[in-house]
């Protein structure tokens, strides 16, 4: 108990000025890019994951891919977003972790019950 209190002390940006630094570092190369920190979340690695964004609005999902794509392209021309794009860009807002959360709850909650999970990862 002590230890997690301590993790989230070293990891907390408002107490911790190395964390801070690390968070602005992170924002500015997501600004760079037209990128949000949930866009980073690769749906191939966990199920819970691709629950989620299959239960987000297609709306977000697809301005998701928009920004993925238009983020692979800066990247294979060697650019970034002109300045005044960048300055437009909220790389913290998230949209993902409350569906996120409400998916491993769901997986949770089946577990405590006994039931069979939602998704079953097969091997091919």
Same mark, same amino acid.
């Given at each position: 108990?002590?230890?997690?209190?301590?993790?989230?002390?070293? +990891?907390?940006?408002?107490?911790?000025?190395?964390?801070?630094?690390?968070?602005?570092?992170?924002?500015?190369?997501?600004?760079?890019?037209?990128?949000?920190?949930?866009?980073?979340?690769?749906?191939?690695?966990? /199920?819970?994951?691709?629950?989620?964004?299959?239960? /987000?609005?297609?709306?977000?999902?697809?301005?998701?891919?928009?920004? +993925?794509?238009?983020?692979?392209?800066?990247?294979?021309?060697?650019?970034?977003?002109?300045?005044?794009?960048?300055?437009?860009?909220?790389?913290?807002?998230?949209?993902?972790?409350?569906? +996120?959360? /409400?998916?491993?709850?769901?997986?949770?909650?089946?577990?405590?019950?006994?039931? /069979?999970?939602?998704?079953?990862?097969?091997?091919?």
């Amino acid at each position: 108990m002590a230890s997690s209190k301590l993790v989230k002390v070293i +990891l907390d940006p408002k107490k911790n000025w190395f964390a801070a630094l690390h968070k602005k570092t992170i924002e500015n190369r997501l600004r760079k890019y037209g990128l949000r920190y949930d866009d980073l979340y690769d749906p191939m690695e966990s /199920l819970d994951i691709k629950e989620a964004l299959g239960r /987000l609005p297609r709306e977000i999902v697809d301005a998701r891919n928009q920004r +993925l794509l238009r983020a692979m392209d800066l990247s294979m021309k060697h650019e970034y977003l002109p300045k005044d794009l960048q300055a437009q860009q909220t790389p913290f807002r998230s949209y993902l972790s409350d569906m +996120l959360a /409400l998916v491993e709850r769901e997986k949770a909650e089946r577990q405590a019950l006994g039931a /069979l999970p939602l998704q079953q990862r097969t091997i091919p």
